[in-house]
């Protein structure tokens, strides 16, 4: 069963010095449907909807029919929302009316656009366009692409000059469960807290990266299985002990962990079998646990 949300609506203004003219501007999508899809907003109103009469339309059940409007005054680009029943979000806050800045991100329903403008936009949209063959659209992580190109560079690197290399897969524990409780749009809250509260955690020189659904995968260059097991713990501890809370419900978060290292018969494929077969292992022994 899924919760109604009560909904607070929380007015954000830019301030006036952040305000972006209002002409070359454009929404790219990059995360949903339609991946890189560049809509300009050239036009003085643009519906963001589920119907088919939207200038942006998004087929999903959580987009109301005509759930947001963009205004171009000339001067600047306004969101503003059309009392839709989940929301519109810019940066991860429900907002009301919003004056929108360069680099600003848009949720609606599950889609997520980034709002560029300035004078070169053109350059600006091909730039995250090759963001985006490297990193995660929801999450703002590596993605699986990029993980499996540095995992084979890092295998290679490891053998070659006889370096510890370890690899952790973990997944959030009965996530269709969130899902299905909570709904998808609070799954998705879940799956980019989870990254942030991760990625603080890990050195500059580990690759933290975002695996499958709600599956993710850190690299440890020159760690052993010793230290990478004991880290593997820490994370599931701070995940554990983190506060997941989408709009006024909390939501209790866990996850099983794998950890391999590499040894010298192995390539990436190898490791990363090895891996998830510790990971499954941690799934079996009841989840919330580590195994390696």
Do not use: W
């Amino acid at each position: 069963m899924t919760n109604v949300r009560s909904k607070t609506v929380v007015t954000v203004i830019s301030k006036i010095s952040e305000r972006p003219v209002g002409k070359d501007a454009c929404l790219v999508v990059i995360y949903g449907l339609e991946l890189g899809r560049k809509f300009n907003l050239e036009t003085a109103n643009v519906i963001i909807g589920r119907s088919s009469k939207s200038e942006i339309q998004i087929d999903q059940e959580s987009v109301s029919r005509n759930h947001a409007k963009i205004i171009n005054t000339g001067k600047s680009i306004i969101l503003r929302d059309l009392g839709s029943t989940n929301g519109t979000y810019v940066n991860d806050q429900l907002i009301d009316e919003y004056v929108l800045r360069d680099g600003d991100f848009l949720k609606i329903g599950r889609t997520i656009f980034k709002f560029l403008s300035g004078g070169n936009i053109e350059n600006a949209y091909h730039e995250e366009i090759y963001r985006l063959t490297t990193v995660d659209g929801l999450t703002q992580i590596f993605n699986r692409r990029y993980f499996l190109e540095q995992l084979d560079r890092e295998v290679s690197r490891a053998k070659r000059y006889r370096r510890e290399l370890s690899l952790i897969l973990f997944d959030i524990d009965h996530f269709k469960q969130i899902n299905d409780t909570f709904g998808h749009l609070a799954g998705d809250y879940v799956l980019k807290q989870l990254a942030t509260v991760v990625k603080g955690k890990i050195r500059r020189e580990d690759i933290l990266a975002r695996y499958g659904g709600e599956e993710f995968a850190i690299v440890l260059p020159e760690i052993d299985n010793t230290n990478s097991s004991a880290f593997a713990d820490k994370v599931r501890k701070i995940v554990e002990k983190a506060p997941f809370k989408f709009e006024d419900t909390k939501i209790s978060v866990t996850v099983s962990v794998g950890v391999g290292t590499c040894v010298e018969a192995d390539d990436a494929a190898a490791l990363i079998k090895r891996t998830d077969e510790k990971l499954y292992e941690a799934k079996n022994a009841g989840r919330n646990c580590v195994r390696g």
